[in-house]
């Protein structure tokens, strides 16, 4: 259940994250509506899920995830492109979120 929740809580900050953009700094009322509505149910959320999940493990993953969510919402949302360079850096992301969790814990 813990990742389910931390799965809806990425979703949710990527969303927050797409409202600030539209917001136009906060000009825009349901753009901004997004902004505190997305992040505040993604912190919750990501919250509750780090009752199970290790903080390391958690942040990687919502950092890792929500870039890559992010870039391909901006490209789908706002015609953001994305360079080559941009590319490699998401994969080697997802490189490193994959390393940290085949890791396991070392005590």
Known sequence: MA??????????EIVGTLSLKASDGFTKFWPSVGVAVGYA???LLMAKSLKTIDVGITYAIWSGVGIIGAAIGAMIFFDQQLSKLNIIGMAIII??????????VSH
Not at 95 to 104: D, K, S, T
């Open 3 to 12: 990742w389910i929740l931390l799965g809806i809580a990425i979703v949710s």
């Open 41 to 43: 149910s993604a912190f």
């Open 95 to 104: 490189i490193g979120v994959v390393v940290m969790n085949l890791g396991g």
